[in-house]
């Protein structure tokens, strides 16, 4: 996919170097000139130098050719403008950061497809660790509350210990997404075997989460 990150910042220049590293096509967009060069040095990315607040900065983007446009800045304002202006030249797909979790759903009442605010999904998390069931963590849920994103520990006593993704029951539309085995994440493929302690990153329809459960932990 060809993906426009607004926003060099820590989140964006993170992103930029997963979508990449995923062998996406990515284009960065920033105001700091010092910080374009920088980020341009190191990640394999067209990054651009520009004021996202006018047209020209997205077309030398070619944003009219991006699949995905993602606003990523610490203005809210910024972010939201930014958007705006990629649906204008016919990108549908746009998400945004929001500082101020009340504005969620103002961004998406305008045709923002997501609008995230990174410190509520942190502390969802972690509050899904405190009161959550154990070895199992639920990152994201749909608005609609029928999708989850889990992120499962394999315990010992699990069945799925040393066997291959292909040969787990998984339940019917769960898709195991990444997997963590210690070093670094990778996208596994269905021979990859799992081992005590991996950690499974997975969507699963909510009604399937106890089930995902008891087959990764036992």
Known sequence: MRIVVVGAGAIGRYLARLLSEEGNQVVIIDRDEALCK??????????????????????????????????????????????????????????????????????????????????VEA????????????????????SSGDLKLLDVTVSGASEAVDKRLIDLPLPRGCSVLA???????????????????????????AEASEEVERLFTG
């Open 38 to 119: 920088e980020i341009a040095a190191e990640l394999d990315a067209l990054v651009i130098h520009g004021d996202v607040t006018k047209h020209e900065a997205f077309d030398d983007a070619e944003i009219s050719k991006a699949d995905v446009m993602i606003a990523v800045t610490h203005q809210d304002a910024l972010n939201l403008l930014a958007c705006l202006i990629a649906k204008e030249h016919g990108i549908h797909r746009v998400i945004a950061r929001v500082t101020d979790a009340e504005l969620i759903k103002v961004f998406e009442r305008l045709g923002i497809e997501k609008a995230i605010c990174p410190e």
């Open 123 to 142: 502390a969802n998390v972690i509050k899904s660790l405190i009161t959550g069931r154990f070895g199992i963590v639920e990152l994201i849920t749909t």
């Open 179 to 205: 997997l963590y085995s210690g070093k670094e994440f990778i996208v596994p493929l269905v021979d990859t075997p799992l081992h005590e302690g991996d950690r499974v990153i997975l969507i699963a329809k």
